[in-house]
């Protein structure tokens, strides 16, 4: 069974980093499209961007790019997204999520996703 | 970007009720369409993608339906597991964008 188990709950001043994990199960990791979503408190969903399992190429939300970065570690199956100059409004339920990936597409059809990790922003 | 509007952002209802929710997007986008059930201190989790086909393991009370701008959602006879947050979400082409989420209540 395909499982997604992220990084735990992060606390950072305002300007710093925080890098979350998403570590896949299932032999997956080759034909996946690792997702990248967030939820602040009481808010909906925000779609941050995407990374290739297979080659990782990456693909980021306009209003995101130059502070995110999303790699991946193909020897643990684990997918990173890093966030730098964090603010308060960057508080919120960083979840990942895989899209399946034919040889010659992928998909955003989000299934399964990891069970979320808080990251909160405060000074 | 593709705008996706949902509504209503909120409904109440009772167990046993139909409920449709409906999504629009600012563009044609085919059957590119998802939906996603969320559970208060859950992660989201996949209904329904290409507009009408259900997951596996999803109750046949959940339907799909539309093409191209407009789209809806409905759960036939409510359950009390039914109550939660839906969103819909366009898979059409990146930056994906979701809906704003409706929230079923009792």
């Known amino acids: 069974q395909v499982q997604l188990v992220q990084s735990g709950a992060e606390v950072k001043k305002p300007g710093a980093s925080v890098k979350v994990s998403c570590k896949t199960s299932?032999?997956?990791?080759?034909?996946?499209?690792i997702n990248w979503v967030r939820q602040a408190p009481g808010q909906g969903l925000e779609w941050m961007g995407w990374?290739?399992?297979?080659?990782?190429?990456?693909n980021y939300a306009q209003r995101l790019q130059g502070r995110v970065t999303m790699t991946t570690d193909t020897t643990t199956t684990t997918a990173y997204m890093e966030l730098r100059n964090l603010r308060s409004d960057d508080t919120a339920v960083y979840y990942c999520?895989?899209?399946?990936?034919?040889?010659?597409?992928?998909?955003?059809?989000?299934?399964?996703w990891g069970q979320g990790t808080l990251v909160t922003v405060s000074s | 970007d593709i705008q996706m509007t949902q509504s209503p952002s909120s409904l109440s209802a009772s167990v046993g009720d139909r409920v449709t929710i409906t999504c629009r997007a600012s563009q044609s986008i085919g059957s590119y369409v998802n939906w996603y059930q969320q559970r208060p201190g859950r992660a989201p989790n996949l209904l329904i993608h290409s507009a009408s086909t259900l997951e596996t393991g999803v109750p046949s009370r959940f339907s799909g339906s539309g093409s191209g701008t407009d789209f809806t959602l409905t759960v036939s006879s409510l359950q009390p597991e039914d109550f939660a947050t839906y969103y819909c979400?366009?898979?059409?082409?990146?930056?994906?964008?979701f809906g704003q989420g409706t929230r079923l209540e009792i």
């Open positions: 299932g032999n997956i990791f080759s034909n996946s499209g």
């Open positions: 990374i290739s399992g297979y080659n990782g190429n990456t």
């Open positions: 979400q366009q898979s059409f082409s990146p930056p994906i964008t």
């Open positions: 999520a895989r899209g399946y990936c034919s040889r010659t597409s992928c998909s955003y059809d989000l299934d399964p």
